[in-house]
């Protein structure tokens, strides 16, 4: 059976309580297929549309369909790629540490002017659209964040150069993961992402739906992308600009991969 666009509606707003409230059920449904256009053969648009007063379903109708469409969600936070944000600390820091003696270090840095990573970041001049976005977005307000957080996320957003040493895309080394199925290990690849479009992903608009599969996608509740945020933003201050992202990899083989599914 489909969904009017109303239960639809009903349905993302289950998963999410009070996170869109300030949204109409019509424009709820249409940034949710903005996303996921798949899920419109999910809907009766014609249902939805001539009959305004929806009869209540049987309540174990409506349950399986809520089952369904939690899968759904599951489904698409799988297959959008895990997000594995881990912090890579053996990292090359370029700035930092060195302006309070000698000469040498002029040399090899000319052009920059020398300053600690918490005024470089003090220093970013944060863009008036975004700043009304986060001081109005309802969704940001829920969240619950001090405002020097907000002012934290408000620079972020508005830094001119998210990707400083170009290393988007570029690998990050390998880690080693132990097999869901046997006792083997091995190694996945990481390639580097920035905190930028991490934080971007997490709360500009048109990507608040994302932002909550990537959340299921990476282990954690919806709930913990405030925590996210925050761990963004204390990253950022020190310096650091890049998440080292593995790809999702669960199984050392598809030999193990076949066996799993089979067993389970
Ligand atoms: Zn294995």
Known sequence: MKYTIKEFAKEIRKLYPNDYDDLSDEKLVELWLNKYPNDRDKIDFNKGGKDKVQT???????????????????WIGLIGGGIYLFYNSNK?????SSDSTSGTDQSSSVSTVQSSPEEQFNSISIKKDISEYIDTTKFITNLGLDENKKKDLKRILSDPNPDPENKVGTSCGQTERKCKWCPNSFNVDGTYSTIYNDVKKLIKPENIFEAYTAAIAGGFAPSQVKDELVRCCNLYRTGERYFCNYNNQEFCSEKCKTEYKYNH
């Open 56 to 74: 209540t379903e049987p309540s174990n109708t409506t349950s399986g369909s809520s089952w369904g469409f939690l899968r759904t969600i599951i």
């Open 92 to 96: 090359n820091k370029n700035y930092t």
